[in-house]
């Protein structure tokens, strides 16, 4: 079959994970043609680390052979980046999350909608072995019927710890906090295991209390300004299908970051393991069934786990460690490619990308008008992966 030729825009850190899965994963269905970037010398070290073509953004969007644009901006970038992607004919596959407002998000899937063009965003991680085992030990019934849901994550950002200000000034700003920097993986997962959410209450906050800590920062002893968007959310999510859920985001917090995912159901208790990583190496998945106190670790029922941590992965450009260069990040991509091909639904679709978006806004709505909000967006579960395929035969997984 006819690979789909593939470009990215914004060359930055998360480039390396995309382009490493993408080029060098073993994907037959799509063909990476290269990369640009506002910095050229970025865009110049990724396509000769990956030996791909370092492009213009403006070749990118011209060129009527590339079918998907992969935005892997700044957050902030998001929303004028997929906008000119698909005002340009192609399809638009965008880092998380999709934007920073919920109205923002919809007029990008609107103009996806009315141009007949395929959008996704990422997380992707929840299509990895770790929660697509828990998925089918919950679709197969090992907890019974789900009855609440415990998320959290609880890290510390230390921004006013570092010795310069924020590298962008629109870092910081609202809609770019944990929420939206976090958030999407415990979404993602969540919905693909339990469906979506129905309505939604929380609290969000800024911890007025903090200043620049460090002597050698610029605004030593000075406050942190609220321009950073709240640094502690907590919402109470109501599903579809009766199941609560409670999820925390928290950056005001210290090392080591604590993730957490639990799904209590009448039957049963599956841990799990942090979101934003695919599984393996640690990253397990565990069952309690009812009548039986032992904690039992499961094996897993599909592929696409992180590679070993252990392996350094240096750029052989910049002579960096790359972040998450371990981590299947990407497969989201090669849904999309597929679901082109074979002309059907992808996975990460356009209304799970804005219902992720639209339960962010919602806990922020909830604590300024002490209102539930009942969810507009209502996608359907994630397909699942095919069950069973590991190592070089895991792409036919995700071709079904």
Known sequence: MKPVKVALIGSGK??????????????????????????????????????????????????????????????????????????????VYSEKSMDTSFENAKVICDLAEEKGLRFAAAPDTYMGSAYQTARKLIDDGLIGIPLFANAICFRGYGYHERDGDFPFPEMGMKGTSIP???????????????GSVKRVSGYSRFIDEREFTNPNHPRYGQKVDKKTGPTVAMGCLEFENNCYANMVMCAEGFGPEIPR????????????????????????????????????????????????????AISPITGLNEPAYNSQRGLGVVDMAWAIRRNRTHRNSPELALHAVEVLGAIDKSMEDNTVHTMQTRPGRPRPLAAGFFERSAEAAIDC
């Open 180 to 194: 939206y920097d976090m958030a999407g993986y415990y979404i993602n997962a969540m919905v693909s295991l339990l």
């Open 14 to 91: 998360i480039s390396y994970t995309y382009l490493n899965t993408l080029v060098n994963g073993g994907f037959s269905i799509v063909d990476v043609v290269g990369c640009s970037d506002e910095l050229p010398e970025r865009s110049k070290a990724r396509a000769e680390a990956f030996g791909i073509r370092q492009l213009t953004n403006e070749t990118i969007l011209n060129d009527p052979e590339i079918e998907i644009v992969l935005n892997t901006t700044q957050m902030w970038n998001h929303h004028k980046v997929s906008r000119a992607i698909l005002e340009a004919g192609k399809h």
């Open 261 to 312: 995912v639990e799904i209590f159901g009448t039957e049963g208790i599956l841990t799990l393991p942090d979101p934003n990583w695919f599984g393996g190496w640690g990253l397990d998945v565990y069952l309690n069934r009812i009548g039986n106190a032992e904690r039992l670790k499961m094996p897993f029922t599909h592929g696409f786990s992180d590679a070993d941590p252990s392996n350094p």
